[in-house]
């Protein structure tokens, strides 16, 4: 579900440091917005085009999804980024976040759009593009909003992901202890599941893995498939990653 492992690309340390960091600010930030899935899997060897995976399980099926829901979903999408950043200083951000900064702008924008969770915006539909591509034509586009509603739709936009932005680094900050024990533990073990999840945010040292043996991770062959490297097909869809 989480993509074929490539363990042939190896980090060096100051990488996989980062990666480490990286994604546990993904999973202390998801554990502790007000409506999330719960965390399943953490892991900093590269799977796909990743160099690390957070997994979040659904506990049940949606077919829809709440304000609130979304702005926690954004709000942990920016856990990696800001974790980066409070270790590492605002000069070593990475791109590594560019994935999750795509994402975000595109659920707030979404948000105030064509959901209608905006309050300034009302439950309205905005959009400049109408039309379907036939017979080579290129697509027929239609003024429908002002000048003045697009920079009113880029403001509501801009404030959902500052919000979001400051309450994840707000968190972050006052878990700053879980996200080195977190980083700690990816570190030595590359991958941590819900029982070593549970243990760091309880402040107990966390168990090894239940495959890890005393000389280290224990082996498997190389599935460094080709097709794998270049599609994120094999990631499962049941299972959202950050």
């Given amino acids: 579900m989480m993509g074929a492992e490539r363990r042939s690309m190896?980090?060096?340390?100051?990488?996989?440091?980062?990666?480490a960091y990286h994604e546990a600010g993904h999973a202390?930030?998801?554990?502790?917005?007000?409506?999330?899935?719960?965390?399943?899997?953490?892991?900093?060897?590269?799977r796909g085009r990743a160099l690390g995976v957070t997994m979040f399980l659904p506990e049940e099926d949606r077919y829809s999804h709440s304000k609130r829901r979304l702005i926690s979903q954004i709000t942990s999408l920016f856990g990696g980024?800001?974790?980066?950043?409070?270790?590492?200083g605002p000069d070593a951000v990475t791109t590594g976040a560019s994935n999750d900064i795509e994402r975000t702008t595109e659920l707030a924008r979404?948000?105030?759009?064509?959901?209608?969770?905006?309050?300034?915006?009302?439950?309205l539909t905005y959009t400049e593009e109408e039309g379907e591509v036939f017979l080579g034509r290129s697509v027929?586009?239609?003024?429908?909003?002002?000048?003045?509603?697009?920079?009113?739709?880029?403001?509501?936009?801009?404030?959902i992901i500052d919000d979001?932005?400051?309450?994840?680094?707000?968190?972050?900050?006052?878990?700053m202890d879980k996200l080195h024990a977190m980083a700690d533990a990816l570190i030595k073990y590359e991958t941590i599941d819900q029982a070593q999840i549970q243990a760091i945010m309880e402040g107990r040292e966390?168990?090894?893995?239940?495959?890890?043996?005393?000389?280290?991770?224990p082996t498997a062959p190389v599935t460094d498939d080709p097709q794998s490297k270049d599609s994120e097909s094999d990631i499962g869809e049941p299972a959202e990653q950050h």
Avoid at 206 to 217: A, D, F, I, K, V
């Fill in 206 to 217: 966390p168990p090894p893995p239940e495959e890890w043996t005393s000389s280290g991770p």
């Fill in 110 to 123: 979404s948000m105030v759009t064509k959901w209608g969770f905006s309050d300034r915006l009302g439950p």
């Fill in 164 to 175: 979001a932005y400051g309450h994840a680094t707000q968190i972050l900050t006052d878990h």
């Fill in 28 to 46: 202390i930030v998801g554990l502790n917005v007000p409506d999330h899935d719960p965390v399943y899997k953490v892991t900093i060897i590269p």
């Fill in 140 to 159: 027929t586009q239609h003024k429908q909003v002002s000048d003045v509603t697009v920079h009113a739709i880029d403001e509501e936009v801009r404030k």
């Fill in 10 to 19: 190896v980090m060096n340390d100051d990488e996989k440091k980062l990666t």
């Fill in 81 to 88: 980024r800001i974790a980066e950043e409070l270790i590492f």
